[in-house]
């Protein structure tokens, strides 16, 4: 591989920024911060851009919505993997980890036999991809039927993070039947008398819930991949996944999960659309006050991969952080939950997996990617300059 010199860029390192700085990456790997007139086989020339770690998404299941944009119409999976690799090379995500939920045969895509057809249709693609695609199995707890089957995709290594997760009515995500039979009609087409079906039946499902969960998360810590919970809602819960082993909290519900999981040794992933709307779509904590707090330790696209860098840098518009330290929610913060020493900063030796921002207005927009030094995404915004945390941003991120 060729090497290839960043020149005139704002840099932004764990714990300052560099101005008019460079970056000199050599054979995939950072080889040098701020060297002066490096030889290499190609310079880029990056002024009035900024210069942060490569994107890591430990959630986010966009990849559903490019195999089945309509309910009921599915694409040819191996097409909607391309395209969602794509997706993320634009949005500055070098280690995406595509959400897949295993949960019988509820609706769609969201069926085990689907869900498992893209986990392979992930891997095999693989050698061709812009990113560094991961995936990330979504086990829900009411499902007997996947336990086998996701027991084979750990086993094939198909499987980079596991979660476990219950969206049975009155817990959770969906705390009232209510809420619950709502969604069900307004995503998915159900009529009322069939969300209510669906729910009887989720409920019926929950025996024998925590044996197959202990099976699961056994056969995931055995294999070395990392497990989340997800939607804690109680201190309980969080005291009984981190029983369970499980290694970071999705979603809290509220700000009191978010301190438990948090004061036991627990990352929390927070939602980066959270943050630009400031509520969450659930009526659950916003993730603003997760952050002010100091509970919030990642942030994840969930299902719209360009929230992410805009999310950190409102932040650092919006709260105490430094740019740094907003951007470690989704560098740093995430490749350490996941046990990925390799990436996630500004460092010699790391994987150059790289993103150059620009201010496009108000807007922070990524116009350059690299995926261990291979440049993966590149365009031009004839007005930009190095996006900063800046006063255009302000009102973004609700008070």
Same mark, same amino acid.
């Given at each position: ?253 509220? *700000?009191? $999960? %978010?301190?438990? /999981?948090?004061? @036991? =040794? #627990? ?8 943050? !630009? +709307? ?50 470690? *929610?989704? $560098? %740093?913060?995430? /490749?350490?939950? @996941? =046990? #990925? ?8 030796? !790391? +994987? ?48």
């Amino acid at each position: 591989m060729t090497s290839t010199y960043l020149t005139h860029a704002r840099v932004v390192l764990s714990d300052r920024v560099l101005e008019d700085s460079a970056v000199l990456i050599d054979d995939g790997i950072i080889a040098a911060i701020a060297p002066d007139g490096a030889a290499a086989d190609r310079e880029i020339d990056l002024r009035g851009l900024t210069l942060a770690p490569g994107l890591i998404d430990l959630h986010c299941d966009a990849i559903e919505k490019e195999a089945e944009p309509r309910s009921k119409v599915l694409f040819p999976l191996d097409f909607a993997v391309a395209q969602v690799d794509r997706r993320n090379a634009a949005a500055g995500i070098t280690t995406p980890y595509h959400a897949l939920s295993f949960a019988n045969s509820e609706w769609g895509v969201r069926n085990n036999e689907t869900a498992a057809q893209v986990v392979r249709g992930v891997r095999a693609f693989r050698q061709h991809s812009l990113v560094d695609n991961r995936v990330h199995c979504r086990y829900e707890v009411t499902d007997a039927a996947s336990v086998p089957l996701l027991r084979a995709l750990m086993d094939e290594g198909a499987v980079d993070l596991l979660s476990v997760m219950d969206h049975s009515p009155g817990q959770g995500q969906f705390k009232t039947l209510e809420s619950y039979l709502q969604y069900m009609i307004g995503n998915h087409a159900m009529s009322r008398e069939q969300a209510e079906a669906a729910a009887h039946a989720k409920t019926r499902a929950k025996d024998g819930a925590v044996q197959r969960v202990e099976t699961l998360l056994a056969h995931a810590h055995g294999l070395g991949i990392p497990t989340a919970s997800h939607d804690d809602d109680s201190i309980h819960r969080i005291a009984t996944m981190r029983n369970l082993g499980v290694s970071m909290s999705e979603f809290p519900i509220t *700000l009191d $999960t %978010a301190r438990a /999981a948090v004061s @036991c =040794g #627990l990352p929390t992933i927070l939602g980066a659309p959270n943050v !630009l +709307r400031g509520k969450s779509q659930s009526g659950s904590m916003r993730a603003i006050d997760a952050i002010r707090a100091g509970v919030a330790s990642c942030l994840c696209s969930d299902y719209q991969p360009s929230t992410l860098i805009a999310a950190a840098f409102a932040l650092a518009a919006q709260t105490e952080l430094t740019l740094p330290q907003a951007l470690a *929610l989704v $560098t %740093a913060n995430p /490749a350490d939950a @996941c =046990g #990925l020493s390799d990436r996630g900063r500004i460092a010699v030796g !790391l +994987r150059a997996d790289l993103v150059a921002v620009a201010q496009v207005g108000a807007l922070p927009l990524i116009s350059h990617t690299w995926s261990a030094g291979r440049l993966v995404f590149s365009t031009h915004y004839p007005s930009a300059r190095a996006a900063e945390p800046a006063a255009e941003a302000r009102g973004r991120v609700a008070a």
